[in-house]
């Protein structure tokens, strides 16, 4: 339904008429940077009270749409405690459509920071997170030129305040971004950062720090030249054992059924480096994993898209066994 509803949206008819529509709210510069705002958190699912948009842009919704009271109420959900984004849909494809870059980022910047403020409420850290994901950032802004650029300048204006830098999640946002570079040295750089701000936290779980270790390490010894000895042979033998047991774990088995994926490439690649001993290691593993993805309900298996995987697992022990 969103995919059919974003496609009629852009129906080049309905997106001149959503523009003509909305022209009183892009003209202004304040009414369009609580509109942006509000958009943008509106993608993340969480309600936010309206006191947060007042705090961080100086600006009151309430009066400030007043004179357009009749168009704020086709676009805004508003009554007295309350004015949020009716639609998640629509918000997204409003930033898509009509908004620049920089306004974006700019205030990707000002609501993350505003909301690690406030990150002890848990509303608000779910807010923080979902704001500095990658995988969100990439798709606000997929048609913005060098999308993965842009999104690195976000976390470098993020980097250096005291209310991100503790963060664990933030790092492996920033380590995953420099990973499609690929700058595989700063991204584990930064997986390790990650790591070290986990210890920190109490009873603070690594499964997708784990997941992205792993699909790091399986790149720097993927683009190891050929011939050459794998080096970190021994690491990626220990991941894939911590990726199996967590294929067995709800929460944790989304994450590691898409790391997976790159291990068909990774052993054409390099498998013809592994000795005797490594290959054996491997071949076991990758059976552990296969028997588990099989083993997997079938509800689980129709979502996770893990026959897929379990294809690639198979193929790649095939390849090592007529190596």
């Known amino acids: 339904m969103r995919d059919i509803l974003l496609d009629m949206f852009s129906n080049q008819a309905i ?18 940077r609580v509109l942006v705002m509000t958009m943008l958190i509106a993608g993340t699912q969480v309600a936010i009270e309206p006191s947060f948009i007042r705090v961080v842009t100086g600006i009151d919704p309430f009066a400030e749409f007043k004179p357009l009271e009749d168009l704020a109420g086709e676009v805004f959900e508003v009554s007295s405690d309350d004015f949020r984004a009716r639609s998640a849909i629509f918000s997204e494809f409003v930033i898509d459509a009509f908004l620049q870059p920089d306004e974006i980022a700019d205030c990707v910047v000002e609501v993350t920071l505003a909301a690690a403020q406030r990150k002890a409420i848990r509303s608000y850290r779910i807010l923080m997170s979902s704001m500095m994901t990658y995988g969100n950032l990439r798709r606000e802004l997929k048609r913005r030129g060098d999308t993965v650029a842009l999104i690195i300048s976000i976390y470098e204006r993020l980097r250096y305040d005291g209310r991100i830098t503790d963060e664990p999640l933030f790092w492996l946002q920033y380590a995953i971004a420099m990973s499609e570079l690929p700058r595989l040295d700063a991204a584990w750089e930064y997986i390790n ?3 070290d701000k986990a210890l920190q936290r109490q009873g603070f779980q ?29 690491e990626v033998l220990e991941r894939l054992e911590r990726i199996n047991g967590m294929l067995s774990e709800d929460s944790h ?53 893990s026959e897929a995987v379990r294809h690639g697992v198979e193929d790649a022990i095939r390849m090592i066994t007529f190596l």
């Open 253 to 305: 088995r989304s994450y590691a059924v898409r790391v997976l994926e790159g291990l068909p490439h990774f052993v054409s690649t390099r498998g013809a480096d592994m000795t005797v001993s490594e290959r054996s290691a491997l071949v076991f593993w990758l059976n552990t994993a296969a028997k588990t993805l099989a083993a997997l309900p079938a509800e689980i298996k129709a979502t996770s898209g």
């Open 15 to 32: 997106r001149n008429g959503i523009e003509r529509t909305l022209q009183p709210l892009f003209s202004s510069r304040t009414r369009r």
């Open 206 to 234: 690594t499964y997708q720090i784990d997941t992205q270790a792993f699909r790091i390490v399986l790149l720097m010894a993927t683009q190891e030249p050929a011939g050459r000895q794998v080096s970190r042979m021994n």
């Open 193 to 195: 950062t990650a790591y």
